[in-house]
């Protein structure tokens, strides 16, 4: 059964840092996309970041310069660290494994809260 716990997250300070980290099990997600999403109350999921399985980068316009992603097919994990954080950056965090589609993919953590303070 495939699983992804995603950890990390918390509450931190505007212009504070955080790390999240997605592990795997279940099955290999070397040769996949993975990313990260969030949602915020009242708004709509979307897309952070993404990662293919080569190392390509994609990130929404919101957190380019600020937000890295990262993964480590070894440790069949992804990260993604949250730097100059924002109070809008508040939501809960989503690690998707296997994309389908820009915004779909097979696979779902259960999500980790991100609470930014001013």
């Known amino acids: 059964q495939v699983q992804l716990v995603e950890s990390g997250g918390g509450l931190v300070q505007a212009g504070g840092s955080l790390r999240l980290s997605c592990a795997a099990s279940?099955?290999?997600?070397?040769?996949?996309?993975m990313g990260w999403f969030r949602q915020a109350p009242g708004k709509q999921r979307e897309l952070v970041a993404s990662i293919t399985n080569y190392g390509s980068t994609n990130y929404v316009d919101s957190v380019k310069g600020r937000f890295t992603i990262s993964r480590e097919n070894v440790k069949n994990a992804v990260y993604l660290q949250m730097n100059s954080l924002k109070v809008e950056d508040t939501a809960v965090y989503y690690c998707?494994?296997?994309?389908?589609?820009?915004?779909?993919?097979?696979?779902w953590g259960q999500g980790t809260q991100v609470t930014v303070s001013s």
């Open positions: 998707a494994a296997e994309r389908i589609s820009v915004s779909s993919y097979k696979y």
């Open positions: 279940g099955r290999s997600f070397s040769g996949s996309t």
